[in-house]
């Protein structure tokens, strides 16, 4: 048995230290918000932040992890200026690549707090959002950017 931080919690899990984050997550956990379908890396909807940094749970290990804090969007408080902005500018059509988006999101706005069009399309550029919620996610971003440098930082 190993245990893993999630969400400031500390959870024990059955499994092998190479079975990859997604599935512990998913699986294990129960933490359905954090969604396959490359499963090589391509499309970032499985993103979650470890130790604050966006990274793809389908090609992480859970023994890499083992000492590390996992964030996924439920550990995000209801008043954090990305959720508040995804509701504001109203992003999601079917939802399915939401969570992962917005995680990326937190990591792109901690980096840079103020970011041009040109970053958030960078940045952005490597997420795939198959229903085409792109210009709702950069307008959130925006929102966020700015409700985050009103309330201080
Ligand atoms: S499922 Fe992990 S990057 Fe696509
Ligand atoms: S909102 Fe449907 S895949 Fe992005």
Redesign the pocket.
Same mark, same amino acid.
Request: neutral net charge; aromatic residues 6%.
């Given at each position: 048995m190993i245990s893993i931080n999630v969400n400031g919690q500390k959870r024990p899990v059955d499994v092998e230290p190479d079975t990859p984050l997604?599935w512990v997550l998913r699986d294990n956990l129960g933490i359905t918000s954090v969604k396959?379908?490359?499963?090589?890396?391509? !499309?970032?909807? !499985?993103t979650v932040l470890i130790d604050g940094e966006a990274q793809?749970? !389908?090609?992480v290990s859970v023994g890499e992890v083992l000492e590390s804090e996992i964030t996924t969007v439920e550990g995000l408080p209801a008043n954090h200026p990305v959720k508040v902005a995804w509701i504001e500018k109203q992003v999601p059509q079917c939802g399915y690549c939401q969570p992962g988006i917005m995680l990326q999101t937190v990591d792109l706005l901690a980096r840079m707090p103020n970011p041009t069009e040109e970053q958030i399309n960078d940045e952005m550029d490597n997420v795939i959002c198959r229903c085409g919620s792109h210009p709702k996610i950069k307008e959130a971003i925006r929102f966020a950017a700015e409700m985050t440098a009103r309330q201080g930082g």
């Open positions: 997604l396959y379908t490359c499963g090589i890396a391509e !499309c970032g909807i !499985c793809r749970s !389908c090609v």
